[in-house]
């Protein structure tokens, strides 16, 4: 009996120091803590050192992440070279034509009346050497002899095919007729101390007669202007 128990007691030691040590390497594993990273500094322009643990080896992997600098400029291909851009020359403003110059030479006169020192008897050469050429020339259409129209502006001129002056037309008060010194926007009573008593007064039209011509003024009756002066063959 006592060999039997020595001989078990012989076997259970080992076991037991065998047990111990296999704890003692469990409980070592358990409290070893993993291992440290040293930060590194990173470089000028970079993101702080990320680190990344391999599972096979436990190894530290050391990846370097670029670093935006959100007050960094982004070049533009537009950006300004510090050249100014080629200046446009303005462009040429286009000369206005000049308005003919009114020489009044003689006044209106009913015996031999004239407009803008014109007759009924003068040419077209006598117009255009006086007035230069017209602003304008068209044809107003009559199947017995069209009017051929030089347009001034200020005024207008027309001649029949045969040459001979129809009418006289003044169009602003800018310009002296030649009438005493009236001028289109004067009233009724203006006229008759330019020109005395009218041959005609009806409606608001006087006319003043003369022995191949005829004055026409045309009068607006709510502002009592004169708005129409024309001298045209009887």
């Known amino acids: 009996m006592i060999n039997t128990t020595t ?3 012989r076997w259970l030691v080992p076991f037991i120091l065998i047990m111990l040590i296999t704890g003692c390497k469990h409980t070592s594993e358990a409290l070893d803590p993993a291992p440290a990273i040293t930060p590194t500094t ?4 970079t993101t702080p050192i990320q680190a990344s643990k391999d599972s096979n080896n436990e190894q530290a992997t050391i990846t370097p ?19 100014k851009p080629e200046e446009v020359p303005e462009s040429v403003k286009p000369t206005a034509t000049p308005k003919p110059k009114i020489d009044i030479q003689e006044t209106y006169n009913q015996t031999k009346p ?8 003068t040419s077209p050469d006598a117009v255009t050497s006086k007035y ?8 107003m259409e009559d199947d017995a002899d069209p009017i051929t129209v030089y347009d ?9 095919k045969q040459n001979q002056l129809q009418f006289i037309d003044i169009r602003s008060s ?6 005493n010194g009236l001028k289109l926007g ?3 009573s203006d006229i008759y101390k330019a020109l005395g008593k009218p041959d005609s007064n009806t409606s608001y039209v006087l006319i003043y007669k003369s022995k191949d011509a005829v004055l026409k003024l045309d009068i607006d009756p709510k502002t009592d202007k004169l708005n129409s002066i024309k001298l045209f063959t009887e």
Do not use: C, R
């Open 42 to 45: 990173s470089p000028a322009g």
């Open 152 to 160: 001034y502006s200020d005024f207008m001129v027309g001649y029949n």
């Open 174 to 179: 800018e310009i002296n007729p030649g009438l």
């Open 65 to 83: 992440q670029p670093q935006v600098n959100p007050n960094d400029k982004v070049s533009l291909a537009s950006a300004e070279t510090g050249s």
């Open 186 to 188: 004067q009233s009724t």
């Open 132 to 139: 230069g050429k017209p602003k304008e020339q068209f044809q």
């Open 7 to 9: 001989y078990a007691a």
């Open 114 to 121: 004239t407009l803008l020192g014109l007759t009924l008897k």
